[in-house]
């Protein structure tokens, strides 16, 4: 069973930066596209971010594209998300997930049904 946790979340002032990282176990990421996800606060659960299995193409959510970026490390088992630039309406739970695909790519990655799950991590952006 693949199991992914997360890290990296926290507290940082609008303008700042942090990177998330998540590590997976049981069972290696290769074959395996990737996303992040977040869930604010009376809001539903959104896609940020997405990478196909190889690390060859990747999807943003408009409202981050040309801050964060997504990457992959198929030999650590990893996946991180790097963000600039953040804003107020950044905060968020974030969840690291996985599905089993090769077959999604570009704009299909955002349609994949992703259902392996972390448990999430905090990051608040202050004002």
């Known amino acids: 069973q693949l199991q992914l946790v997360e890290s990296g979340g926290g507290w940082v002032q609008a303008g700042g930066s942090l990177r998330l990282s998540c590590a997976a176990s049981?069972?290696?990421?290769?074959?395996?596209?990737m996303g992040w996800f977040r869930q604010a606060p009376g809001k539903e659960r959104e896609l940020v971010a997405a990478?196909?299995?190889?690390?060859?193409?990747?999807y943003y959510a408009n409202s981050v594209k040309g801050r964060f970026t997504i990457s992959r490390d198929n030999t650590k088992d990893a996946a991180s998300l790097k963000m600039d630039s953040l804003k107020p309406e950044d905060t968020a739970v974030y969840y690291c997930?996985?599905?089993?695909?090769?077959?999604?790519?570009?704009?299909?990655?955002?349609?994949?049904?992703?259902?392996?799950w972390g448990q999430g991590t905090q990051v608040t952006v202050s004002s």
């Open positions: 990478i196909s299995w190889s690390g060859g193409s990747t």
């Open positions: 049981g069972r290696t990421l290769f074959s395996y596209a």
């Open positions: 997930a996985a599905v089993y695909t090769t077959a999604a790519w570009g704009t299909a990655l955002a349609q994949a049904n992703f259902n392996y």
